[in-house]
């Protein structure tokens, strides 16, 4: 069909498409929605001259009423066979002619439902016509050469006296938000404080959906559409091209603005530094968010971020919150490797200032720009920069070594590295010495926070060790590398969270090897049951001296089947709750025969040493507490520990304990020799005489330095003790 010849024709003799003549108008605007009907059904697009003849003539009728709809859904129309970044601009131009408040309002109606039919990505380019026709040109004077191509607004509508004006504005800010989110709020620039007060209550009450640019739409536009007709009615989305407006601190700033900040000269400096400091946050309020960090802009905001960090150590008290207050939105307003640079400058104090100032306030606010200066651009999908963390994870061991572990501000802070240990470094990528450094640092100084006077501070230390532990961001021998380094009552202080801390290490790893193997059955919690189908026997010992044993372990909650770590296949491993596959047997080269008492605490720790590499962690504090074994009593955890791998009837038990048997016998034999206690003496000889009925049926024998080691010290104290003790030492 030979539409733009029609077109030309008419245009020729209708004084450019325009009559007085409502007949002739109605005619025209009929003949202009037939082109567009038929050049979209022959799919083909519509050709720029000829948009430009129809657009500014359709815009000039969509609030007369003697059309009704006609103008507007031409419009939509026109914007299916041609890139709206083309229409939108002339739309705009013609608009801005027109001064009648109706026009501007049925335009802004328009514009909503362009958004809702079409979706805000179908435009890619061409929107800063629109935001030139919604901002004031004193608002955008400033921004002009930075904003490129923005996004589609009526910013300057926002201002108009007429109410409806206003509220269709907001409208099409409340659906710009829900499509694009973040990058509406990022140009939403406005200096007058009702304005910029409305944009935050609209934001607050629409909600982004990230998914609107996959959704489909009632409208699509020919041009970016892979397909047409009926094959598919899906849109391919066009990235925005948008230039986010960024503030120039360089030329925001006075050129006098840092010296100022740094001055100390006469009685009110004081003054001249506040004002400084206010000038800053009056240029920080007009960014938005979003501060240059080009190369000389950056190295302008390094300086403005070590006045403001001088200015944290203030002698005026008051100034102290407002400069850290400062740091926190300057850097909460870059992007994040300069995050990361500015975070090396500031953390130290910031940190300090956090733990140690005298003042709750100061202390408050150095905590909040901690939490703001790890934080990304909303732009960038917010949430924690884990580049920011690892600078303030390189800071932190210095501060609490310079507070002695005892500032007040501790528990806040560790507070901050707990809710974000996940986006702390990993091990598996700690592979330089400086990595491992740091992280064997970061553990050492949590774990000194162990030894606080204060519950809240070894509450929060406790928690994120654990916490780290979780995220894989540190090992347990780190940990107990740096307690081993403590003197020996501060070990004794820290016992009990170290045990906690083992075994909920235990269960991650379990937890770990059951979702590798979804498919392996979880032990049973009663007796094994045999291939028959009935319930195994119980072994062999005395009922009595057996709930004997059972009431005193008790009280030991934390060692149970379920916090055993499992550190090989479930398939393959053993049921033992303590003893791992062994391939060969240890021996106990050094270790004195009767009479020689072993009673040093050296000889512990050389079975230790031997011991160790085949239990797992949970056993080893059981058998091996840090805080030693005094008494007999002290080793009812381990004795209940060798108890249950006896009640555990596998088939490889009778391997497994001829391999550690020795081991078995040269601990048990100090035990017997260590200070006396009634509850503990009758644990362990009710042990070593369920011990000596399953060698027997088992038929394993004894070693030859067993005996000496062992036997001349249960006969020693049969013939000492008392009637009971001695009746279990003869049976």
Not at 151 to 157: D, H, K, L, V
Not at 437 to 464: G, I, M, P, Q, Y
Request: charged share 25%.
């Amino acid at each position: 069909m030979p539409y733009k010849e029609i077109l030309v024709i008419v245009k020729q003799n209708t004084k450019e498409l325009r009559q007085s003549n409502v007949n002739l108008t109605k005619s025209i605007f009929e003949m202009l929605s037939n082109i567009c009907e038929i050049v979209y059904s022959l799919a083909l697009p519509l050709e720029g001259w000829v948009c430009k003849i129809i657009v500014p003539v359709v815009v000039e009728k969509i609030a007369d009423r003697k059309l009704a709809d006609i103008p507007s859904s031409i419009l939509l129309k026109i914007c299916e066979l041609a890139l709206p970044d083309m229409i939108i601009p002339l739309a705009i131009k013609k608009i801005s002619e027109i001064k009648s408040p109706l026009y501007r309002e049925a335009f802004l109606k328009w514009t909503l439902n362009f958004f809702i039919e079409f979706g805000a990505h179908t435009l890619s380019s061409g929107v800063q016509e629109i935001v030139n026709w919604c901002l004031k040109v004193s608002l955008l004077s400033i921004y002009a050469p930075l904003m490129g191509i923005l996004t589609f607004t009526s910013f300057q509508e926002c201002e108009n006296n007429n109410s409806n004006i206003r509220k269709a504005s907001y409208e099409i800010i409340s659906e710009m938000y829900s499509q694009l989110g973040p990058l509406i709020q990022a140009i939403a620039i406005s200096s007058d404080t009702k304005v910029k007060s409305q944009l935050e209550l609209t934001f607050k009450s629409s909600s982004y959906d990230p998914k609107s640019s996959s959704k489909e739409r009632s409208r699509n536009c020919l041009v970016n559409k892979k397909s047409f007709g009926n094959e598919s009615n899906s849109i391919e989305s066009t990235p925005l091209s948008i230039q986010i407006p960024k503030l120039h601190m360089s030329t925001e700033l006075t050129r006098d603005c840092l010296t100022n900040m740094g001055t100390k000269d006469g009685k009110n400096s004081w003054k001249i530094r506040k004002s400084a400091m206010d000038e800053v946050e009056a240029a920080l309020s007009k960014s938005n968010g979003m501060i240059s960090t080009a190369k000389k802009e950056m190295n302008y905001v390094m300086s403005v971020a070590k006045a403001l960090r001088e200015r944290l150590g203030d002698s005026q008290s008051n100034l102290k919150p407002i400069a850290a207050s400062l740091l926190g939105k300057l850097l909460s307003s870059v992007d994040g490797p300069s995050q990361s640079r500015l975070g090396k400058l500031v953390f130290p104090m910031l940190l300090s200032g956090a733990l140690s100032d005298n003042r709750k306030p100061m202390r408050d606010t150095c905590v909040v720009a901690l939490e703001k200066a790890t934080t990304k651009l909303a732009i960038h999908n917010g949430g924690t920069n884990s580049q920011s963390m690892e600078v303030m994870m390189t800071a932190l061991p210095s501060c609490l070594k310079d507070s002695q572990y005892k500032a007040v501000g501790i528990p806040e802070v560790l507070n901050i590295f707990t809710q974000k240990s996940k986006h702390l470094p990993k091990l598996n990528n700690m592979k330089s010495a400086k990595a491992m450094e740091l992280e064997e640092d970061f553990v050492k100084h949590a774990v000194f926070c162990l030894t606080s006077s204060k519950k809240e501070t070894r509450s929060n230390a406790e928690r994120l060790l654990d916490s780290c532990l979780s995220e894989h961001v540190i090992s347990f021998k780190s940990i107990e590398r740096s307690a081993k380094g403590m003197p020996q009552a501060q070990q004794r202080s820290i016992n009990g969270a170290l045990e906690k801390l083992s075994i909920h290490r235990c269960d991650l790893q379990q937890r770990s090897d059951r979702q590798k193997e979804p498919n392996v059955k979880t032990e049973q919690k009663d007796w094994p049951v045999n291939n028959k189908g009935t319930p195994k026997k119980k072994s062999v010992g005395s009922s009595s001296t057996t709930s004997r044993s059972r009431v005193a372990t008790a009280k030991m909650p934390d060692i149970t089947e379920e916090t055993v770590c499992n550190d090989e296949d479930l398939d393959s491993k053993r049921t033992s709750v303590f003893l791992l596959c062994s391939n060969s047997s240890r021996k106990v080269d050094h270790w004195p025969d009767y009479p020689e008492v072993p009673t040093n605490v050296s000889l512990l720790n050389y079975l230790k040493k031997l011991w160790s590499p085949a239990l797992c962690p949970s056993s080893q504090i059981a058998l091996f507490p840090l805080n030693g074994i005094l008494r007999q009593d002290d080793a009812i955890d381990g004795i209940a520990t060798l108890e249950r791998s006896l009640d555990d009837e596998s088939d490889s038990i009778a391997d497994s304990l001829q391999d550690h048997l020795e081991l078995v016998c040269a601990w048990l034999s100090f035990i017997l020799c260590c200070r006396e206690n009634t509850v503990g003496l009758q644990a362990l000889l009710s042990f070593v005489h369920k011990l000596f009925c399953y060698l027997m049926m088992s038929d394993i024998r004894l070693g030859e330095s067993d005996i000496p080691r062992l036997v001349p010290h249960l006969l020693e104290k049969g013939s000492i003790a008392k009637v009971r003790v001695c009746n279990s030492c003869v049976s």
